[in-house]
């Protein structure tokens, strides 16, 4: 079992997250039904069965080394509000924590998005790739048609790379089986000192 089979808990002043357990899923459930409005590009399971199916891979990936899933607990309420993981973990520098990881697979509840719980949880994951595991680069992708998330994902200081073509599946209603194309950004540890200021001046600002 790798690092990756236990996952941290990595808790925040306005975010928590704890690791994907099947118990969540009633919770999970009613923060993805709230409004949906805002998944167009994005696996969100709308419905007990899907949500079941969902956070079972998401268990089998971290039981299989691949991925490191999360779920997000709103401090302020102790509701949980949604997603995210680790994923795409590589190693070549031959010790057991990862040299560059992916963050991905992340929705929130409607009534939290473009909220601090975003930022704070973007600063937990990669405060614990840069300062715990010391990865060399943290990756993040997303749809090259969500144009929401690419604004969001340099808001968070993540540098724009290009256009990966055909490079993963579809999430989107209707496409089922047809490629999309990715928009992929990254930040490496030579970035990580700015971005982390930049995170944290963002979170200290009134409202």
Known sequence: MGIEASAPTLRGRHVELVPLAAAHAPE?????????????????????????RYIANLLTKAADGTDVPFAQRHLHDGRLVGCTRFLEIRRWRGRPEPDE????????????QRTAVNTEAKLL???HAFGVWRVDRVAIATDSRNERSRQAIERLGARFEGILRHHRPSLVAGEAGRPRDT????????????????????????G
């Open 28 to 52: 999970l459930l009613a923060a993805a039904t709230s409004d949906r409005s805002s998944y167009g590009f994005t696996e969100v399971p709308g419905d007990a069965a899907h949500m079941d």
């Open 183 to 206: 928009a992929l950004f990254a930040i490496t540890d030579d970035d990580w000192p700015a971005v982390e200021q930049g995170l944290l001046s963002r979170l200290a600002r009134p």
């Open 101 to 112: 990881v992916e963050i991905g697979g992340t929705w929130l509840a409607a009534d939290v």
């Open 125 to 127: 994951l990669l405060g």
